[in-house]
T-cell receptor, first 112, second 110 residues
């Protein structure tokens, strides 16, 4: 049972490049979340989904897009990366609200 | 803005001592959750306390909740080196979100 898997684990981008982060969960969870973690800022919610085909904005959605075409996958896209998006990105899933969340191991993204 | 705020930001104690960290939140909650994060890893759920509960135990963990003061505390008894980590409180908000605080960095000294 893999739980929540994030791909890739590390990535370096040049300013202006685009990329997609993949989150996959095998627990049949309805809710999925994308967070970013920066030093001294804790975790901030970027976007989330309450079920297949749904997405919603979190606390810091600007510069990111998401899609949930399949229940098990939640994709986070950066269309034009900026140095301010250098961060560690975490995906989480939850069976339902307001249950506990299960986290992936994170993606460390550096934008130069 | 963040719903929960942990206090202190950092805490260093001797192995074997108890560690207490606090969380304050702003709006009414359904439950409050505590998570641990080891360096560079994903968060792991520790304990969930519902709004109608005042205290909950899990092994060496004790969580209290005071909804009148909008605060919670996490007590780790008989600390061990393996408890060195960051601890976060999280509050599910009414619009399906789970919002985290900035965390408390706990360092257990040998």
């Amino acid at each position: 049972n893999a739980g929540v898997t994030q791909t890739p684990k590390f990535r370096v981008l040049k300013t202006g490049q685009s990329m997609t982060l993949l989150c996959a969960q095998d627990m049949n969870h309805e809710y999925m979340y994308w967070y970013r973690q920066d030093p001294g800022m804790g975790l901030r919610l970027i976007h989330y989904s309450v079920g297949e085909g749904t997405t919603a904005k979190g606390e810091v959605p600007d510069g990111y897009n998401v899609s949930r075409l399949k229940k098990q996958n939640f994709l986070l896209g950066l269309e034009s990366a900026a140095p301010s998006q250098t961060s560690v990105y975490f995906c989480a899933s939850s069976y339902s609200w307001p249950n506990e969340a299960f986290f992936g191991q994170g993606t460390r993204l550096t934008v130069v | 803005s963040q719903q929960g705020e942990e206090d202190p930001q950092a805490l260093s104690i001797q192995e074997g001592e108890n560690a207490t960290m606090n969380c304050s939140y702003k709006t009414s909650i359904n439950n409050l959750q505590w998570y641990r994060q080891n360096s560079g890893r994903g968060l792991v759920h520790l304990i969930l306390i519902r709004s109608n509960e005042r205290e909950k135990h899990s092994g060496r963990l004790r969580v209290t909740l005071d909804t009148s003061k909008k605060s919670s505390s996490l007590l780790i008894t008989a600390s061990r080196a393996a408890d060195t980590a960051s601890y976060f409180c999280a509050t599910p908000t009414g619009d399906d979100k789970i919002i985290f605080g900035k965390g408390t960095r706990l360092h257990i000294l040998p």
